[in-house]
Nanobody, 122 residues
Framework: QVQLVESGGGLVQAGGSLRLSCVASGSIFSISTMSWYRQAPGQQRALVAAITTGGSTNYADSVKGRFTIFRTNAKNTAYLQMNSLKPEDTAVYYC????????????????WGQGTLVTVSS
């Protein structure tokens, strides 16, 4: 019903920057919160940043001041600008979207992307 495609991951040296993108498509009626999570090897998936339709944001303490989440509602796209990257930021980054579809406009569901790998070398 709703598909997410992430892009922008890759290999970067410590101190560098990357921008991740997440495009939602399909039978979308509305999108509320768009979020980025990450999962490092051997660890649980954890919230990195989230943004509401109105633009309110929330960040994990470990990325505050370095990462910025923003979105373009007209394009159903969320971004994660990552600056001053550290080796501990290495993980698979996943986009999550809370949305209703045209199939069921009254039930909000969560959708996940396939993930994009970010590797930060020291």
């Amino acid at each position: 019903q709703v598909q997410l495609v992430e892009s922008g991951g890759g290999l970067v040296q410590a101190g560098g920057s990357l921008r991740l993108s997440c495009v939602a498509s399909g039978s979308i009626f509305s999108i509320s919160t768009m979020s980025w999570y990450r999962q490092a090897p051997g660890q649980q998936r954890a919230l990195v940043a989230a943004i509401t339709t109105g633009g309110s944001t929330n960040y994990a303490d470990s990325v505050k001041g370095r990462f910025t989440i923003f979105r373009t509602n007209a394009k159903n796209t969320a971004y994660l600008q990552m600056n001053s990257l550290k080796p501990e930021d290495t993980a698979v980054y996943y986009c999550n979207v809370r949305a209703t579809s045209t199939v069921d406009m009254f039930r909000e569901m969560g959708y996940w992307g396939q993930g994009t790998l970010v590797t930060v070398s020291s």
